[in-house]
């Protein structure tokens, strides 16, 4: 049975960092972009960051470049996404997802979601 397991969010500080991990099992991530995206309270999903299936295609969204890594490690069959210089702003659910091979930025195009980790940015 195909699943992804987020793990890593919890309670950051303005300007700290987290390394959120969505860990495979069931299939093998190597031949499937992976997508991060996120959801405030009240807001629509928003996808923030995405990998293909060779680690040279990235994007990031507008709000987190500069500050978002994504990587990814398919002899662990997890996904990472290293989240520096944290703000309010930040705090959501953050799900992984994936697709078969090429990117999307279409939350629907994607075939397996996990079931979240929250992230809070507070003082």
């Known amino acids: 049975q195909a699943q992804l397991v987020e793990s890593g969010g919890g309670l950051v500080q303005p300007g700290g960092s987290l390394r959120l991990s969505c860990a495979a099992s069931?299939?093998?991530?190597?031949?499937?972009?992976i997508g991060w995206f996120r959801q405030a309270p009240g807001k629509e999903r928003e996808g923030i960051s995405f990998i293909g299936i060779l680690d040279s295609v990235t994007s990031y969204s507008d709000s987190v470049k500069g500050r978002f890594t994504i990587s990814r490690d398919n002899a662990k069959n997890t996904a990472y996404l290293q989240m520096d210089s944290l703000k309010p702003g930040d705090t959501a659910v953050y799900y992984c997802?994936?697709?078969?091979?090429?990117?999307?930025?279409?939350?629907?195009?994607?075939?397996?979601w996990g079931q979240g980790t929250q992230v809070t940015v507070s003082s």
């Open positions: 069931g299939f093998t991530l190597t031949y499937y972009a």
């Open positions: 997802a994936v697709k078969p091979h090429t990117i999307s930025l279409r939350p629907e195009e994607y075939e397996y």
